[in-house]
């Protein structure tokens, strides 16, 4: 999936750490779900708490997704259309749709990863002891 703020198959928690740096209200991102095989879950925070819709693929290769009861489904042709849609107020979110929470890049991760491994190997030398044979 081509959408810069679809971060695949990350965790609920690592979900939420993401929306929650930013603190803005209706800061966003869209995951594949945990619990639902095949079903991707758009994630907005809103008042310091993050709320799940999932949306599902139909057969007709449409999404629809689950907003609040009483809200009739609707369907979109593609993601963008869903999310085109949810950032007019009123649609049947907690808010509305404002600041996509980016896919960090891969030169982004591998930087990250490699700050956290030359931190771990700083100290290397304070623990080193002598062997004699």
């Known amino acids: 999936m081509e959408l810069p703020f679809f971060h695949g198959k990350i965790t ?3 979900c939420e ?13 869209i ?8 079903a991707l879950c758009l994630c907005v925070f809103f008042e310091e708490l993050v709320y799940t ?3 599902f693929r139909e057969h007709q290769g ?6 609040t009861e009483g809200i009739p489904a609707r ?3 593609t993601l963008k259309d869903l999310i085109y849609n949810y ?5 049947g ?3 509305n749709l404002r600041y996509p929470v980016m896919k960090p890049k891969a030169s982004q991760r591998n930087q990250r990863f490699k700050s956290e491994e030359d931190d771990i190997y700083d100290d290397i030398d304070s623990d080193y002891v002598t062997v004699l044979p």
Not at 17 to 29: D, W
Not at 31 to 38: K, L, M
Not at 62 to 67: A, M
């Open 87 to 91: 950032e007019k107020p009123n649609q």
């Open 62 to 67: 449409y999404f629809r997704i689950e907003t």
């Open 93 to 95: 979110l907690i808010t």
């Open 17 to 29: 750490e993401l929306l929650s740096k930013n603190r803005k209200n209706g800061s966003y991102l």
């Open 53 to 55: 819709y999932r949306i």
């Open 31 to 38: 995951r594949e779900s945990e619990n639902v095989e095949g």
């Open 75 to 77: 369907l979109f042709r």
């Open 12 to 14: 609920r928690r690592t």
